[in-house]
């Protein structure tokens, strides 16, 4: 039984300038998407953006950022349909499709749930709003996880800062306003806690993007919708798109959401992702999902060279179909000829309790020297019964305590009871212990 395969779309960090001059010329369904949306921003009184992505010297991601304009919403989405194009003329079939933030919009078009064209009009709709309105702020990220940033962020500016974006134990993005962000780098480096300013223009899914989206909130009333053809998880809903409404909430309101990455890669990993596949060739999303998902996934983002992506999907592991001429996305003129009824989609399972529990305590210490073992960056026959975290091996309270919110969200674990403290588990008898008995609410309801 073949490997089910989830395709990655990034967000911002997924423009690379020129990265398909090598490849659309061999690939001519690749083209005629960038041709098509090229033809969506003139019709708009917009610049074309094809060229961005062809001529090695165009501008860079943050040269991009500084213009504020339509290009970059624009070239991102294009990158993603011109990249999955690619992959499809290979061979590569989906069964899940998954989005980073704006690469959302990607995946539902991917999915057939949108035409090509009209995602470009979204697109070039919610860049022209965001240059008239400006909304003021940026992001950052911080190297530590979700919970422990949502605590920083509350002690420095609660209403002025938010955790937009949680990519795993290792990694989170804040956003807000400029001065309470220079606020958080002062405080954050006064810890001891990477942080790091992210090329973007505005306050990405925060409070502060609220009142943002009218313009994509006109377009939608134009804009027809019909229901995903491959199943589409949605970060920023929290679930699989099942219905038209899910679309028209997430495309109105994604500006002003948080993205539960992490969370995504877990559920769809548990639904039978084991192959996963970075649209693009940024490798922005590649290093976070190796670092959230099992040992033995398979995690890789193709070359932009064709013949080395499919050398390199074979080698990794990645199932590839017989090769044979890609089928465009779906546009408005024939969806209705082409598309299979809603039906016949079959959606993982939404009622499923995640994430799952093991059988034993034997399997649930296997686990446990997996996560420790990756967390850690050590090797799993390093991690013996009787190695002491601290004594042993050296791990601080600070990476303690980042582990132990690790397990938390992976086993749905209530909080510690007071007085207790993670320090006091420092083997692994000890923390399976531990996680079997904050995990007991949640194992009587599954």
């Not at 807000?176 to 220079?182: F, I, K, P, Q, V």
């Amino acid at each position: 039984m073949r490997p089910d395969t989830v395709l990655l779309f990034p967000g911002q960090g997924g423009y690379v300038p020129g990265a398909l001059h090598t490849l659309i010329d061999g690939v001519p369904s690749a083209g005629a998407q960038l041709a098509l949306i090229d033809s969506v921003s003139r019709g708009s009184g917009l610049p074309p953006v094809s060229s961005l992505l062809t001529d090695p010297a165009s501008p860079s991601l943050g040269e991009l950022v500084r213009e504020r304009t339509e290009r970059l919403d624009l070239v991102l989405f294009a990158s993603a349909i011109a990249n999955d194009r690619v992959l499809h003329e290979i061979g590569l079939r989906a069964d899940i499709l998954l989005g980073h933030s704006f690469g959302e919009l990607a995946a539902l078009t991917v999915s057939g749930a949108l035409s090509v064209a009209d995602a470009a009009r979204l697109a070039g709709a919610r860049a022209r709003a965001l240059r008239e309105t400006r909304p003021a702020g940026g992001m950052a990220a911080l190297a530590i996880d979700a919970r422990r940033a949502e605590h920083l962020a509350g002690y420095v500016d609660r209403r002025g800062l938010t955790v937009a974006v949680d990519n795993g134990p290792e990694q989170c993005v804040i956003s807000g306003g400029e001065r309470s962000l220079a606020e958080l780098e002062r405080v954050a480096r006064a810890i001891d806690v990477s942080f790091a300013r992210l090329p973007a223009a505005y306050p990405f899914h925060s409070r502060l993007m609220r009142g943002h989206a009218a313009a994509i909130e006109d377009l939608m009333d134009h804009i027809d919708l019909s229901l995903p053809q491959i199943p589409v998880y949605s970060c920023i809903l929290g679930h699989y798109i099942d219905s038209i409404e899910d679309i028209r909430s997430l495309l109105t309101s994604h500006l002003a959401r948080p993205v539960r990455f992490y969370d995504g890669l877990l559920r769809v990993h548990r639904d039978g992702g084991r192959a996963f596949v970075e649209v693009g060739n940024a490798s922005v999303l590649t290093p976070v999902a190796r670092r959230c998902l099992p040992p033995g996934t398979i995690i890789l983002t193709a070359p932009a060279d064709r013949d080395d992506a499919v050398s390199a999907l074979r080698e990794g592991g990645v199932p590839l179909a017989a090769a044979g001429p890609a089928q465009p996305p779906p546009n408005e003129d024939d969806r209705a000829a082409t598309a299979p009824p809603p039906a016949d989609v079959s959606f993982p399972d939404q009622d499923r309790e995640e994430p799952g529990w093991p059988g034993s305590r034997a399997e649930l210490l296997g686990e446990l020297r997996a996560i420790y073992a990756r967390l850690l960056d050590v090797p799993e026959d390093l991690l013996s019964d009787d190695v002491d975290l601290e004594a042993d091996l050296g791990v601080d309270s600070i990476k303690q305590a980042e582990s132990f919110a690790h397990l938390q969200r992976r086993y749905r674990l209530d909080d510690l009871p007071g007085g207790a403290r993670v320090t006091s588990y420092t083997t692994l008898p000890q923390i399976a212990g531990l996680v079997e008995d904050l995990g007991k609410p949640f194992r009587a309801r599954s």
